[in-house]
């Protein structure tokens, strides 16, 4: 695989999660505002980190992933 062709792979990759991401915030799906998620607001500063998000979107990644490589076989 050349690397033109990954970088075509990585921007159509890129472009289909962020449309997912814009679909998921207009139909309000808590998608960073999960229970687990974890902020704190200090005096200043706000850290936040989507545990999750990151653990909720793992599952789908891996199921969707499994599913496809099932398929091929």
């Known amino acids: 695989m050349a690397m033109t062709d990954l970088g075509k792979i990585l921007l159509m990759l890129g472009a289909v999660i962020g449309g997912v991401l814009i679909l998921a915030g207009k139909m309000n ?3 960073g505002r999960l229970p687990g998620d ?3 607001r200090g005096k200043n500063t ?3 980190f989507p545990l999750a998000t990151c653990l909720v979107i793992s599952i789908l990644l891996s199921l ?3 599913l496809i490589n099932r398929g091929r076989h």
Do not use: D, E, M, N
């Open 29 to 31: 799906v808590p998608l």
């Open 38 to 40: 974890i902020v704190y």
């Open 64 to 66: 969707v992933l499994w």
């Open 46 to 48: 706000v850290f936040y």
